[in-house]
């Protein structure tokens, strides 16, 4: 996602929680107020069979839970992100089963698997089975890469994919960056033009509205961060500029996830030059991210991220 500010999940212990309605998206969500809401949509519209499985959280879980969350996301450890994969399952169950929330599922369902992606890559490795052929590394450069080649070789492609597509790459390659990047909108909102954060990002590439304004987009009515083709050019001209400043697309992909600040910071403090070097400074979703999103490039495309070209400047 692309952020300003690292979006914040407000998303309840084993219930809803949503920013809906938070049309104020550059600025941090009022948890009471988004805890007050949650907890009213979840008993107007959660069907029976869902309360009886899934208990709304009190105001103390809440706002424990989101903090520790948030906290997960913003630091290193994988395993500590990894732990919060049971609340955000149920979350998106609770989600699927509310009318007019879809844009919000959307979106998470792309954090949550980057949350089972952390599970993996943090539990212990399996010993290899007596005759078995060795694992070859396919992606030395993109720690975890291999983790997710294996996750999504057989995912099925995105409604609407055969529509948007086409529109999305043309976009890309006018703008001189591969258009196989444009895979990227998978990763960020599995292409719904509509989707959302509780952060207030919106669209297939999810843009802040700060960021969208620097790159041309409005956010008012219409809000352009849900036009394809526009939202298209405005995310490809910014992952022009992010390999521009920091001379490759894993390290373009970490700036467009975690900020281009975040990514500069942990370079020069790890005195690190390429992604490999700076992952285990970087937030556990950028450690996910990064590799899912060249995999999905790879998958999609036949284009592995050592084969992707420079941008045209």
């Known amino acids: 996602m692309v952020r300003v500010m690292r979006a914040r999940w407000i998303i309840g212990l084993a219930g809803c929680s949503l920013a809906a309605g938070a049309e104020t998206p550059a600025q941090a969500p009022d948890t009471d107020a988004l805890f007050q809401l949650g907890q009213q949509v979840f008993e107007q519209y959660a069907p029976p069979e869902i309360k009886a499985q899934l208990a709304f959280p009190t105001k103390e879980q809440w706002d424990t839970f989101a903090t520790r969350l948030q906290h997960a996301l913003d630091n290193d450890s994988l395993e500590e992100l990894a732990a919060y994969e049971p609340e955000a399952r149920n979350t998106l169950t609770v989600l699927r089963t509310l009318p007019g929330y879809e844009d919000y599922a959307d979106w998470l369902e792309q954090r949550l698997d980057e949350i089972q992606g952390a599970q993996e890559a943090a539990a212990p490795p399996r010993p290899p089975t007596p005759g078995q052929p060795a694992v070859r590394k396919l ?153 899912k999103v060249c995999a999905l490039v790879a998958m999609r495309t036949g284009m592995t991220p050592d084969k992707l070209p420079a941008p045209r400047f």
């Open 139 to 291: 992606q030395p450069a993109i720690p975890h890469y291999d983790l997710w080649v294996a996750r999504v070789h057989s995912r099925p492609v995105p409604a609407g994919a055969a529509a948007l597509m086409p529109r999305l790459r043309t976009a890309f390659a006018a703008e001189g960056v591969p258009p196989e990047l444009a895979w990227l909108a998978e990763a960020e909102s599995s292409l719904n033009p509509s989707a959302r954060s509780p952060a207030g990002a919106r669209g297939l590439f999810q843009f802040m509205p700060d960021t969208a304004h620097d790159l041309g987009l409005g956010t008012a009515l219409p809000d352009e961060r849900t036009d394809p083709e526009k939202s298209a050019h405005a995310a490809a001209r910014y992952l022009r500029q992010l390999y521009g400043r920091f001379g490759g697309w894993p390290l373009a992909l970490a700036a467009y996830n975690a900020g281009e600040g975040r990514v500069s910071r942990t370079l020069a403090t790890r005195g690190a030059s390429d992604f490999a070097g700076a992952a285990p400074g970087l937030p556990a979703e950028t450690r996910m991210y990064v590799p």
